[in-house]
């Protein structure tokens, strides 16, 4: 330790000294500790005498008397720390060489122990430590420099001490940047006495900043004897700006008549490029802060500045950033896109700094919901990338049905287990999807399983509907009633087998679901994302029963300037010299809104490089077997999903309105359940024109001899579903629909209604 870490000002006062009188004190109190510690050697092995005794004993107990007179006042403070600091060599040597004296005897400890509390007290000086010595700055170590070079803290306690001679000391000295002067300390003053009430000159001339830039504000909880100090000389000061603040909330928001009347300023925060406000209605309201009118009351011109949360009863956070905080944003790793133990990857970042984080499915709850809404160009796709990435990068089974014709999503196609393309594609994936629900809900079933558990037996499949409001909304009636039956069906039963579904569009409006209000309410109740919208009113639909009460959101404008959208049109600037607003959203979530931005994706030649390569080498994650024989026994398509010659949309179409006796159905067919009833096997047209790959598949209603006996059946009349099943115990009940389905497709049969089948020609 150094003399001058030695002498460093604990005490209740200080001095200031030139460094050769501290070196020449602590040289002087080691002395005295070497001379002590030999006489505390050699006196014990003297001939006894009261005097040793008396001495040794003298010199204890009135260093003890001395220490009690000093230190019976309690409001004496670091006073007492002091006085004890100092009657700390005398106790000590008074108790060891007693403890010499009463042992009979040379005994080599008692050189020992001397020499131990010499080298201890040499170490600590106390004495000159309690004597709160600290070094002067002359003139001449101006000029030369101190012997030892000074730490920025020490140097700002020194100027202090040199600069107000009053007795108050600079303690807690905390850099805001290792790069910038700037700093905050605590001022203490003399025990029993107050800090003095300096001005702006003053406390600016102590550390030679311009004046203004050194504040002085009390310490929450203390007394006026500790006050703190706050030194910005190069950057501004936002607690002075949140002070303003409060007289602005009070005359501009608060006041009758105003933004958010009533409506009080609790407490504020300030950090380097926001202020944060904790306000709080009157008792027995419920909070309203209208976003538009505060940034009117505030002179923000830029809503993005502004971000408003609450409690929903009567607190709320309001956040004033002095530029848009989502302005730029770094790209995403793998490490952001690994699923953690409670389900969560991180897509983005949040405006307060903090990771978005959002579940890809939910350990207490199974698979989850979603629904993303958004105009062109507002950012859904790299949305939608970054979960499938997260998905394949967790040991999750991503179905994308991509109604643009795969023009939405194409770098997830052959990076996820199944990209269908187009409006019919999609629609035969949810049928695949449907039925792996069924076969999941029968084996819980028999398992006594009642939710789904990650892994064990089956992987968790997420859904992604991109684009889906072209289906929903198609002109085809029975491709969009199948398509609303399919969607709800998953999103009611999904969850507890682990099917989640995921919605993208690009408005809320019933005409763009399907006229289905289900759809979009069960959809709410996962993970919302509102990116830039084109009206209002898909703003307040998507708000409706999951924004905590008194929330309100700006939509996202497709540009934002550092400057505030006023001055670059004011400057001339057209709209290409802004920042676009791409992966901007308020994503609710957990009955929470936060206002995030997506990790940066940079597209070239139309697509994500980045966000492909975040895919990942591997192998997409795929169905167990039993899985994959009940999709294919759906649709006959999922073993050859990624090379079938439908793929394009137009022409699977087409091979539909081609196959014989392929008029759609009226609407969607219940599923099949027990095979007890007359339903048939939920497929999206009622007439499946069999396998449209020729030979490559197997065709399941060509089990031999069983179209046969159903024509001889059907021969003696009309027969319902049931009793055809009943009929022919040897197969099984989904055998019987399908061969049915596949003599209407060969002519020979029809369904005059639901459930009864007759000869064609009846």
């Known amino acids: 330790m150094s003399t001058i870490d030695q002498a460093a000002p604990p ?29 505390m050697a050699i006196g014990p092995q003297l001939d006894d005498s009261a005097w040793s005794y008396l001495a040794s004993g003298g010199i204890g107990l009135g260093t003890l008397a001395w220490l009690y007179a000093k230190t019976k006042n309690p409001d004496q403070g670091l006073n007492v720390l002091t006085r004890a600091q100092r009657a700390l060599p005398l106790l000590t040597a008074a108790g060891t060489y007693v403890a010499n004296l009463i042992t009979p005897g040379f005994n080599w400890w008692e050189i020992v122990d001397a020499a131990a509390w010499a080298g201890l007290m040499g170490w600590m000086a106390p004495i000159t430590r309690s004597a709160g010595l600290v070094l002067e700055l002359s003139e001449q170590q101006a000029q030369t420099g101190p012997a030892r070079e000074l730490t920025y803290t020490e140097f700002l306690a020194a100027k202090w001490a040199q600069a107000t001679g009053d007795g108050t000391r600079l303690v807690s000295i905390t850099p805001f940047r290792a790069d910038r002067p700037d700093f905050e300390a605590v001022v203490v003053a003399q025990a029993g006495k107050a800090v003095p009430a300096f001005t702006d000159v003053q406390l600016a001339a102590a550390f030679d900043f311009p004046v203004g830039t050194v504040k002085m504000r009390p310490v929450q909880g203390s007394g006026p004897g500790r006050m703190r100090l706050v030194a910005r000389p190069t950057s501004e000061d936002l607690e002075a700006a949140a002070e303003g603040l409060r007289g602005l909330w009070e005359t501009a928001v608060a006041a009758p008549g105003k933004a958010a009347p009533g409506v009080d300023l609790i407490d504020y925060r300030s950090e380097p490029h926001r202020i944060v406000l904790l306000v709080a209605s009157p008792p027995g309201k419920e909070i309203r802060l209208p976003h538009t009118a505060i940034c009117s009351a505030f002179g923000i011109d830029d809503p993005s500045r502004l971000v408003i949360e609450t409690d929903g009863i009567r607190q709320g956070v309001v956040s004033i950033y002095k530029t848009n905080p989502l302005m730029k944003v770094r790209k995403a790793t793998v490490e952001d896109l690994t699923m953690d133990s409670k389900g969560r990857v991180t897509i ?79 629609l035969l994936m949810l049928t695949a999807a449907h039925a792996v629900m069924k076969y999941r809900e029968r084996l819980s079933n028999e398992m006594g399983r009642g939710d789904f558990a990650l892994g064990r037996p089956w992987p968790l499949i997420n859904i992604t509907l991109d684009e889906i409001n072209r289906l929903l909304s198609h002109p085809d009636e029975a491709m969009r009633k199948a398509t609303a039956y399919l969607i709800a069906d998953i999103q009611k039963t999904g969850r507890k087998v682990g099917i989640g579904i995921r919605l ?33 009113s898909t703003k307040e639909m998507g708000l409706d029963g999951i924004a905590p009460p008194g929330f309100q959101m700006e939509n996202i404008p497709a540009r934002i300037y550092e400057n505030g959208q006023i001055e670059a049109l004011f400057s001339g600037k057209d709209d290409e010299d802004g920042e676009s607003t791409a992966g901007m959203a308020y994503m609710f979530l957990d009955g929470r809104a936060k206002f995030m931005r997506t990790f940066f994706a940079e597209k070239v030649d139309g697509v994500y490089p980045d966000l492909i390569a975040l ?104 027969q319902q579903l049931k009793d055809l099943r009943a009929a022919l115990p040897g197969f099984q009940p989904s055998s019987v629909s399908n061969a049915c389905t596949q003599l209407k497709a060969k002519g020979l049969a029809v369904s005059r209604k639901r459930g009864y089948w007759q000869l064609a020609d009846s």
Request: charged share 20%; with cysteine.
């Open 615 to 718: 895919y990942g080498d591997a192998p997409a994650n795929g169905l167990t077997e039993g899985e994959a024989r009940a999709a294919q026994t759906a649709v006959q398509i999922y073993e050859v999903r990624h090379t079938n010659p439908y793929a394009d949309c137009d022409t699977l179409a087409q091979a539909f309105s081609d196959a014989p006796g392929s008029k759609p159905a009226a609407g969607p067919p219940p599923p099949d359940t027990n095979g007890d009833d007359e339903s048939e096997a939920p497929v999206p047209f009622e007439t499946p024109f069999g396998s449209p790959f020729g030979d490559s598949t197997p065709d399941i209603g060509e089990e031999p001899g069983l179209q046969d006996q159903i024509l001889e059946l059907l021969a003696d009349g009309p």
């Open 11 to 39: 005490a209740d006062t200080t001095k200031a000294v030139p460094s050769h009188v501290i070196y020449r004190r602590v040289l002087a109190e080691r002395t005295s500790y070497a001379l002590a510690a030999a006489g």
């Open 348 to 426: 983005g970042v949040c405006h307060d700094g903090k990771p978005a984080r959002m579940r890809l499915w939910d350990p207490s709850q199974g698979a989850l919901r979603g629904i993303t809404a958004g105009v062109t160009g507002a950012g859904k796709s790299v949305l939608q990338n970054l979960i499938l990435a997260a998905e394949k990068r967790s040991g999750v089974v991503s179905w994308v049905g991509d109604v643009q014709g795969g023009m939405s999503l194409p770098e997830a196609e052959g990076r996820v287990d199944w990209f269908a393309k187009g409006p019919v594609e999609t």
């Open 504 to 536: 993208a569009v690009q408005s809320l409006h019933l005409k763009d679901l399907g006229d289905d209000d289900a759809i979009r309410q069960q959809g709410k109740v996962g993970a919302l994302f509102l990116m830039r919208t084109a009206s209002s």
